[in-house]
């Protein structure tokens, strides 16, 4: 069974990092593109980031220039870097590929 299992979610002040990572099982990752959605309390969910199998980056406008995705195929797993993180990017963070979703991991940003 193909699976999605997220980590690196925390804590962390204002213009603090986080790395989020999903490791993802079965053939499913080395032939499609990997995402990463949000989700903030009372809020739709809406798409972060997201890259191909090439390595090719699309990324929402409000984590441009803060946000990193990559992928290591040999490893199955996918990362998400955060830098400056601001409050606002207080969510429930979820990867996806196809219509597979992992559980989410938690990341707040607050003093």
């Known amino acids: 069974q193909v699976q999605l299992v997220e980590s690196g979610g925390g804590l962390v002040q204002p213009g603090g990092s986080l790395r989020l990572s999903c490791a993802a099982s079965?053939?499913?990752?080395?032939?499609?593109?990997m995402r990463w959605y949000r989700q903030a309390p009372g809020k739709e969910r809406e798409l972060v980031a997201s890259?191909?199998?090439?390595?090719?980056?699309n990324y929402a406008d409000f984590v441009k220039g803060r946000f990193a995705i990559s992928r290591d195929n040999a490893k199955n797993t996918v990362y998400l870097q955060m830098n400056n993180l601001k409050p606002e990017d207080t969510a429930l963070y979820y990867c996806?590929?196809?219509?597979?979703w992992g559980q989410g991991t938690q990341v707040t940003v607050s003093s």
């Open positions: 996806n590929c196809l219509t597979l």
């Open positions: 890259i191909t199998v090439g390595g090719n980056r």
């Open positions: 079965g053939r499913i990752f080395s032939i499609n593109a």
